[in-house]
């Protein structure tokens, strides 16, 4: 059963509706907020200003009763006392709380005379008689005739006030009804000092319903839009991402289908774009090549092989049948020789296999020129004696085993192509330890230099398997010198000849990342074909 969310759109739609959906929501939380906080303080102001307006009247000596109030729908005011009563209210008040004064109408009317500013004590001396001077004068009098005039004209700013309007003080919010109807308002409480009866309290409310209104509406907004809005952000990102996957669907298909056939000519199709599902097929492409390039290895390997493995069965089996039936003609040194012959190349059938399938090279550090002079020692059969030119120690770190082959397979190789002179040498150059073996006979043509390092191949076709060997000594040389971190290469001698040369990272140095060589990789079939017996 399919798991929800399985398919890599499935996620990447659900992974961008979350991210949006967060992000939506912290910017509607934020935006609720700002709006509710801009509005609020806007009727904060509105409630101040007209509080204000009824307080510059008190400190102005208007008439209580005769107090110019804002409209009362809007903006429900209170006037109390010092004592804490009520001593004005906007008309039509029915219900007030949040002001601390649940009274909705005064104890008794207004008072009709104006509020008398606090006596000030008066110094004495010559000052006080120059005050009563001063207090009736003409002039003074005439001053009150014009300040009576500038409050015809502008009450607010130009009449001067005997009471002191402070600054408000707090915002208490609460709800009022007023003439049957109810909100929710934002007071702004300012006191009045200097004046007889006080300080004098001014409540005058601003209506928070607009307020209420537009954070009401944009509620609705988001509730309704951000839902619609994060299903039109998964559906986009489900098409943008079918869009860009199809591809990969596509590469999926090719591979299931050539799984099935075991067609590994067949190539998964390649974008003309240059993004990452471009780069996923092209490399998938060369990954089929390089593993139909194995395949035909593996297969041509199995098939020299069991070539190679039938000459020499077939002639020790006549052998024996021959000397069954007439002991008289039994070879035994013919058989004895196909014997060894069979199983040098079964050893090297299981060194390539072990190669192959990542057997590390090791890090015991030998001197290579002593293993040079140990095995040329060891070679007193051969046909052409081996010069060997080792002077001092040169260490390098790896398998003495595997080594001593690539120098015996060298070795046996120029034997079988000198004319009279083959030679070994070990010099150190720079970082590297180089061990050169060269021959005198005929060399290696330039075009042929790489090919003779595949496996079963010989140049010399017309020779007999017998001294040309299978063809595998060369490939087994450059895959343990690969695995060793160097390289194996051949060139022309001084003499004419061969001359090949390994190159080794000298002890303590690091060696080079061991790639097997391409044309001889192999497969895991020899080995499953051969067994795990080791050499």
């Known amino acids: 059963m399919r798991r929800p969310f399985s398919s890599v759109r499935s996620r990447a739609a659900l992974a961008a ?12 939380f934020a935006l609720l907020f700002a709006l509710r906080s801009n509005l609020t303080n806007q009727a904060a102001r509105e409630a101040d200003q007209y509080s ?10 208007v008439l209580l009763g005769d107090l110019d109030l804002p409209g009362n729908q809007d903006h429900p005011t209170q006037v109390i006392d010092a004592k804490g009563r009520l001593v004005v209210a906007s008309e039509d008040l029915e219900k007030i709380t949040g002001t601390g ?4 109408s005064p104890a008794s009317p207004p008072a009709t005379a104006p509020p008398t500013p606090t006596p000030s004590p008066t110094p004495t001396g010559d000052d006080d ?4 001077d001063s207090g009736g004068d003409d002039d003074s009098g005439g001053d009150d005739d014009s300040g009576d005039d500038q409050d015809d004209d502008n009450p607010a700013p130009e009449t001067p006030a005997d009471g002191k309007v402070d600054r408000p003080e707090t915002h208490p919010t609460g709800s009022a009804t007023v003439d049957g109807r109810s909100a929710d308002y934002i007071f702004s409480e300012r006191r009045v000092r200097g004046l007889a009866g006080g300080p004098y309290t001014v409540l005058t409310g601003s209506s928070l319903g607009p307020q209420q209104t537009a954070v009401r509406a944009t509620t609705i907004a988001m509730v309704v839009g951000v839902p619609a809005l994060l299903v039109v952000v998964g559906g986009v990102t489900w098409l943008v991402t079918r869009r860009a996957l199809r591809p990969v ?7 299931a289908a050539i799984t099935a056939s075991e067609d590994l000519t067949r190539r998964v199709p390649e974008p003309a774009t240059h993004d990452e599902v471009a780069k996923l ?6 990954t089929l090549t390089a593993l139909e390039a194995s395949v035909d290895r593996q297969r041509r390997f199995v098939a020299d092989a069991s070539h190679e493995l039938r000459s020499p069965i077939a002639s020790l089996r006549t052998q024996l049948e021959v000397g069954e039936a007439h002991p008289e003609l039994l070879d035994v040194p013919g058989a004895v020789a196909d014997t060894v012959r069979l199983q040098q190349l079964a050893a090297d059938l299981l060194l390539l296999a072990r190669l192959d399938a990542g057997e590390h090279a090791g890090s015991t550090r030998l001197d290579l020129a002593a293993l040079v002079r140990e095995e040329v020692s060891q070679r007193s059969t051969d046909r052409i004696p081996v010069t060997p030119d080792v002077r001092d120690s040169a260490e390098v770190a790896g398998s003495r085993g595997q080594l001593a082959r690539v120098l015996g397979n060298l070795l046996d ?6 004319a009279g002179e083959v030679r070994a040498t070990v010099r150190r150059e720079g970082g590297q330890v180089v061990l050169a073996v060269s021959d005198d006979g005929a060399g290696v043509p330039e075009a042929e230099r790489e090919r003779i390092f595949e496996r079963f191949v010989r140049l010399d076709d017309a020779r007999s398997r017998d001294d040309g060997g299978a063809g595998l000594g060369l490939a087994i040389a450059r895959d343990v010198a690969h695995r060793h971190g160097g390289t194996l290469d051949v060139g022309r001698a001084e003499a004419g000849g061969a001359r090949f040369e390994l190159r080794l990272p000298a002890a303590g140095r690091e060696p080079a990342r061991a790639v097997p060589a391409p044309a001889s990789a192999l497969g895991a079939a020899p080995a499953q074909v051969l067994g795990d017996r080791r050499e």
């Open 413 to 418: 190789n120029a034997q079988r192509h000198a």
């Open 281 to 286: 097929a092209r490399t998938t492409n060369e």
């Open 52 to 61: 204000l307006e009824v307080a510059q009247q008190i400190a102005n000596r």
């Open 249 to 255: 669907e596509g590469i999926r298909r090719e591979m």
């Open 17 to 28: 509706t979350a991210v949006v959906a967060v992000a939506l929501v912290a910017a509607a």
């Open 129 to 132: 008689d120059d005050d009563d």
């Open 101 to 104: 004064v649940p009274a909705v």
